[in-house]
Every structure is written in C-alpha cells, then in structure tokens.
C-alpha cells in the first residue's frame, strides 16, 4: 500500500543508468531546479540537497520527514514506521 518515488537533482540519463545498475523497483524523478525539494522543505545546502525522506499520507499531508538518511539503514526504518 505504498508508493515509493525517488527524487534528486540528477538528470533523466544519470537515473536511468543508476536505476538500472541498482535495479530500483520505483520511478526516479529529475528535479533539476530543485522545486520539488523545495516545496517540501528539503534544506539546500551550498547548492546540493539532503538525503531526506517525506513520508505523505494518502490525504496528500506530511506524516513524517526523515533528515540526512543513511541509505544503509533507511529501509528498516521506513518498514517499521509504516508497520506501526
């Protein structure tokens, strides 16, 4: 029941090879402006944003924002917030 998409500021080439390399079982979106970072208040931090999560309820509301993610880690966390 979860929709997972991923945003940076790459372009549409750079996703593609990197979600083939990775096999991502989700769409890459290219923020090149960084508006959609901005709109849900991704820090821009001397022209490169963070690796931060927004967890959006199906009403469209921020339920949760996770700041500086460690990827390594990330996934159990996500699972166990969404589980609860």
Known sequence: GVTVIGVSTDTLAAHKDFAARLR???PLVSDREGAIAQAYGIPNRYGFF???TVLVGTDG???KVYRSVDPAHHV???LADLAS
């Open 24 to 26: 991502l079982p989700f």
């Open 50 to 52: 963070d690796n931060d």
């Open 61 to 63: 509301t921020i339920k």
């Open 76 to 78: 159990a966390e996500l």
